[in-house]
């Protein structure tokens, strides 16, 4: 809602956010629907310089329903338009535009499921990971403000990897702490992203009563 306001400082780092947070699901979706790498890529600048227009999210609001599915109907809507056009945009189209990983993009997404996913569930689960990620960076800038980055990356060892690979004693060791302290310090970690992943969905849903399907319905894309 800030970025669709009125053009201001507030409002350019919102939109800045959104193109930051969102972009590589629009990348993908356009890859899947048969696009070459580099047309995927000029479609996608194209469209967030559509986005950085600020005319386009003007009166979006939360009775439009899930900011997700808005997003993806632009999208749609641009392609058919830039076909209409006989072609996608060239790289950028003169516009100045943030900066975006293009090659990581690429290696990402060669690394997505090939056969089991509609260009429409991929977009859903870029869009879930997208989430995940926000909510896990918010999680750590809170440890390194606190100055705790090696309890940080101590306690998402318990998130990042499979049962049996580490253990609590293991690493209660390496923090010279009792194992119960550091189960205490893992449950409360593991709360606060929770809460942090509720607060990112809450911002892109109509109502908060949709946030627990939401969330349902993203972890379940996200594990495909």
Known sequence: MAAGGVSSAEASAALERLCRTYWYPLYAYVRRRGYSQHD??????????HLLAHSFLEGVGRTKGKFRSFLLASLQNFMADQRDRAGALKRGAGQSLISL??????????????????????FDRGWA???????????????????????????RQFNATG??????????????MPENTLKSLVHRSRRRYRQLLREEIA???S??????????????????
């Open 129 to 155: 990971m997208a989430l995940l990620a926000r909510a896990q960076a918010r999680l750590k800038d809170e440890y390194m403000t606190e100055g705790k980055p090696e309890l940080y990356e101590a306690l």
């Open 207 to 224: 109502t908060l009563a949709e946030v627990d399907e939401e969330i349902r319905y993203l972890l379940q894309v996200a594990s495909v």
């Open 40 to 49: 995927a890529e000029d479609l996608t600048q194209g469209f967030l310089a």
């Open 203 to 205: 911002q892109t849903v």
């Open 163 to 176: 049962p049996g690979e580490v253990t609590y004693g293991e690493v209660a060791a390496q923090l010279a």
């Open 101 to 122: 990983n293009l090659e990581e993009a690429a290696a990402r997404y060669e690394g997505e499921p090939v056969d089991n996913l509609s260009p429409d569930k991929l």
